[in-house]
């Protein structure tokens, strides 16, 4: 009678160690990220503020030394690196682009937690968080520099796991 008992029971499926590792990272990563997101949202106007203030000072500190000598391949530089940090750092910008990450969080956070259940879904939720995470930048920012920059290192980590998940695809049903 008893082992009938145990014809019924299922086992569940074993999960592969790099999944599981894989699975933990994503994890940490997307609660990180999703708690940066809220704090930036948050602080958005203290941000701006500060680094305008802060730009104001310098604007006038990097006049006083270009009366003095200028260079005008460095100062264009310059005059292009402040009007991109001056778009980035503005406060309705801080708030889009965090409400983005938050976004491409969330979703990265939704794959992982799917494929740990071993569910194929999770892979196309964390390519989604992905593609977002890369794209919300540019469509933020714009195309310049910083918002290449900024897409550059998502897309790094980002691109890596996607193929470490792809690694695992037929342990996920």
Not at 57 to 66: A, C, E, F, S
Not at 75 to 80: A, D
Not at 98 to 118: N, Q
Request: glycine fraction near 6%.
């Amino acid at each position: 009678m008893e082992a009938n008992l145990y014809d019924y029971e299922i086992e569940p499926e074993k999960r592969p160690t790099f999944l599981t590792w894989l699975c933990i990272l994503t994890f940490i990563g997307s609660s990180w990220a999703i708690l940066s997101s809220t704090e930036a949202y948050i602080t958005a106007h203290k941000t701006a503020t500060m680094f305008s203030q802060n730009i104001k000072v310098q604007v006038n500190d990097t006049t006083l030394q270009n009366n003095v000598t200028i260079n005008r391949s460095h100062s264009s530089f310059g005059i292009k690196m402040r009007a991109s940090l001056s778009k980035i750092f503005q406060e309705d910008n801080i708030r889009k682009a965090a409400i983005g990450g938050l976004v491409a969080a969330l979703l990265t956070l939704a794959g992982g937690l799917f494929m740990w259940k071993l569910k194929r879904t999770g892979f196309y939720f964390y390519v989604a968080g992905v593609v977002v995470g890369i794209l919300v930048p540019f469509f933020v920012f714009g195309n310049d520099l910083m918002a290449v920059g900024a897409s550059s290192f998502a897309s790094f980590f980002g691109l890596i796991f996607i193929a470490l998940y792809a690694v695992n695809w037929k342990s996920l049903k």
